[in-house]
Structure formats: structure tokens, C-alpha cells
């Protein structure tokens, strides 16, 4: 367990930021390190905040590490640089032969890349690189009349 001794500086800038910081989830770490560091016990900020007592030791463990700096990092999308990294080998790959599913395409990616993805996650990053999956469906198109044009019109009520 990591023990938690905070300089009055950064207590000041804790107690400040944790209201007024622009990111939401930043000002969630920074609430979660001034309670545990006045003293609150981290299952006790973990129930305030409404996280984990598992979120609350991995922000403080970021504070320990790197200071307010590490706190202020926040990257929403941290899986689908890893793809971006490989995004003109899997272009030319599912442009030549494109998945039918968006299983068929995890495996690809994983074999292709060696980097391993939900569908769901598979899925966005196909539909943010603007990349298809499957055959193209076939227009829908209206019957057109035959010679036997009764066949296709609707049953109407006697009136």
C-alpha cells in the first residue's frame, strides 16, 4: 500500500483543480488524491466518488509516480492508436478482400497486427476509418408490372 504524504502546494492546487479542471475525469482523480490525502481511508473515497477502491489506489499510484502531472493525463481512446499504427496495411488487406463478419475481421486484425480486439471496439475503429465490412447489399427495388399485372397488386375489400 502506497502511504500518501502531500505537500501543502499541491494540496492547494488539489483542492482548486478537482472543481475548476476542464475534464470531468480529471477532476475525479484529483477529488479521489485530496480526500485520500486528508486522510480518508480509499474504500471511503471510492464509495464518495462512485468508483472502485481499484480506481482509487490506481490514482493515487499515478500521483505517487508522476505527480499532478500524471493526474492531468487522460487519453478516452487508448486501444485505437495501437490500430491507427496499422491502418494502411489493414486498408489494403480489407480493401482487396473485405470481412464478411466483424468476427472474421478480429481475426484478421489480430492476425495481421498480432493486436487482439472486441467486435465492438473492431466495429468503431472500421466505421471511424471508413472501411466496410461484408458485400454490398443489392438495391431494393420495386416489382415492376408484368403482363399479368393482377399478381402483384394488393387484395382490395369488396365495397
Do not use: C
Not at 500521483?63 to 481512446?77: C, I, K, S, T, V
Not at 470481412?99 to 466495429?123: D, F, K, M, N
Amino acid at each position: 500500500m502506497i502511504r500518501l504524504t502531500i505537500p501543502t502546494d499541491d494540496m492547494q492546487i488539489l483542492e482548486q483543480e478537482r472543481f475548476h479542471h476542464p475534464h470531468p475525469r480529471v477532476q475525479r482523480k484529483m477529488d479521489a488524491v485530496y480526500l485520500t490525502g486528508m486522510g480518508l481511508p480509499r474504500h471511503e473515497v471510492a464509495r464518495l466518488l462512485h468508483v472502485t477502491e481499484g480506481t482509487v489506489r490506481s490514482y493515487v499510484a499515478a500521483y505517487h509516480d508522476g505527480g499532478l502531472e500524471a493526474l492531468q493525463r487522460f487519453n478516452p481512446h487508448p486501444h485505437s492508436a495501437a490500430l491507427d499504427a496499422h491502418a494502411t496495411t489493414l486498408r489494403e488487406a480489407f480493401t482487396s478482400t473485405p470481412p464478411h463478419t466483424i468476427q472474421e475481421a478480429v481475426e484478421r486484425i489480430e492476425t495481421l497486427t498480432g493486436i487482439r480486439r472486441s467486435p465492438t471496439q473492431v466495429r468503431e475503429w472500421l466505421k471511424k476509418t471508413g472501411l466496410a465490412v461484408g458485400r454490398p447489399v443489392p438495391s431494393r427495388q420495386k416489382p415492376t408490372p408484368s403482363s399479368n399485372s393482377a399478381s402483384w397488386r394488393p387484395h382490395l375489400p369488396p365495397s
